[in-house]
């Protein structure tokens, strides 16, 4: 019964804001394809967007691993910042 009420497992989590110059469409970035799969390649749910508000592109990570997420979100970080702060 518990199971119908909760549907998805709780995994830890780690967010991460970045200031951008551009908010340029996720999909045209190089690479941004690429980096998604491998991320989900290792479990990890991923939920990244840009605020409606500010400058800053949103990055939320799930995973079961806390080291592979803190990889990951490393990874992201620089990934974004090259890519949309040239």
């Known amino acids: 019964m518990s199971q119908l009420l909760n549907p998805f497992e709780l995994y830890p989590q780690l967010q991460q804001n970045i200031k951008v110059d551009n908010k340029i469409p996720l999909a045209d970035l190089k690479g941004y394809a690429s980096l998604v799969a491998e991320l989900e390649s290792h479990k990890i749910r991923v939920l990244i967007r840009y605020s409606g508000t500010e400058n800053l592109l949103r990055i939320l990570l799930e995973g079961q691993d806390e080291k592979v ?16 702060n040239e």
């Open 69 to 84: 997420l803190d990889s990951a979100m490393e990874q992201c970080v620089k990934f974004f910042k090259s890519a949309l």
